[in-house]
C-alpha cells in the first residue's frame, strides 16, 4: 500500500463547478499536510498547508481528518486556470522529517 | 530575485555516460533535495542535504552521487549505474533543517537517455 494514495482522475469539470480531491495517508506519524499545485512540465507549487481546524483561501478549502488519516481539498467555482495535477503531500516525523508525495490527481476545468 | 535554478532544463545523455545537473539558490536556505518524478508517480527522494559538506541517502539514493560543497550548491550526478535514469528531476530547498517549513521547488531538468 501506498503511504499516500490519491484518485489519479482525471477530473473534467466545467467552468463554475464545485470539484473534490480526496487523499488517504497510512502512517499515524504524519505531522503535517499540504496540498501542492503542478503544471504540465512544471515544477511543484505550495498551494496551501492543512491544518486540524480546516483552512479555507479563496475558492479553495482543505480539511483533516485524523482519524480517518484522510484529507481533502475542495475548489469552487473552478476557471480555466486551476487546470493542473493536485499533489497531496505528508510530512512525517520519525526522528528526522521526511516528506511524502503523493501521485496527484490530474483536473481539466474546460469551458 | 531569490528563488531556486536549476540548469540544463533539458539533457541527453548516451547510455554509459555520467551527467551532472545542476541546482543553485540564492535563499539563504540550510536544507536542499533531488527528486525524482516519473510519470503516474509521486516525487521520490534521492538525496538530501541539511548543512554543508554533509548529506543523506534518500529512498532511491543507488546510481546517483550529490556534492554539498557551499551552501548555495547542490548538484546531482547521474552515474551510468543507474539503470533507468530517464525521468524529470527537481531540487527543493527549506530554510531549517528537517523542520516543518515549505520544500520549495526549482523548475526541473528532464533528462533523457538516448
Known amino acids: 500500500r501506498k503511504e499516500v494514495e490519491q484518485d489519479p482522475g482525471p477530473f473534467n469539470v466545467p467552468e463554475g463547478a464545485t470539484v473534490a480531491f480526496n487523499c488517504t495517508y497510512s502512517n499515524s506519524a504524519s505531522q503535517s499536510f499540504f496540498w501542492y499545485r503542478q503544471d504540465c512540465r512544471k515544477e511543484p507549487k505550495l498551494l496551501m498547508s492543512?491544518?486540524?481546524s480546516g483552512n479555507e483561501d479563496g475558492r479553495f478549502t482543505a480539511q483533516l481528518n485524523r482519524a480517518s488519516q484522510y484529507i481533502s481539498l475542495l475548489i469552487r467555482d473552478s476557471k480555466l486556470s486551476d487546470s493542473a495535477t493536485y499533489l497531496c503531500v505528508v510530512r512525517l516525523n520519525t526522528g528526522g522529517f521526511k516528506t511524502i508525495f503523493g501521485a496527484g490527481t490530474r483536473l481539466f476545468v474546460k469551458a | 530575485d531569490g528563488g531556486i535554478t536549476q540548469s540544463p532544463k533539458y539533457l541527453f545523455r548516451k547510455e554509459g555516460q555520467n551527467v551532472t545537473l545542476s541546482c543553485e539558490q540564492n535563499?539563504?536556505?540550510?536544507?536542499m533535495y533531488w527528486y525524482r518524478q516519473d510519470p503516474g508517480q509521486g516525487l521520490r527522494l534521492i538525496y538530501y542535504s541539511q548543512i554543508v559538506n554533509d548529506f543523506q541517502k534518500g529512498d532511491i539514493a543507488e546510481g546517483y552521487s550529490v556534492s554539498r560543497e557551499k551552501k548555495e550548491s547542490f548538484p546531482l550526478t547521474v552515474t551510468s549505474a543507474q539503470k533507468n535514469p530517464t525521468a524529470f528531476y527537481l531540487c527543493?530547498?527549506?530554510?531549517?533543517?528537517?523542520?516543518?517549513?515549505?520544500?520549495?521547488f526549482g523548475p526541473g531538468t528532464r533528462l533523457t537517455v538516448l
Open positions: 492543512v491544518y486540524s
Open positions: 527543493a530547498s527549506t530554510s531549517r533543517r528537517g523542520q516543518l517549513d515549505t520544500q520549495y
Open positions: 535563499l539563504n536556505h540550510d536544507a
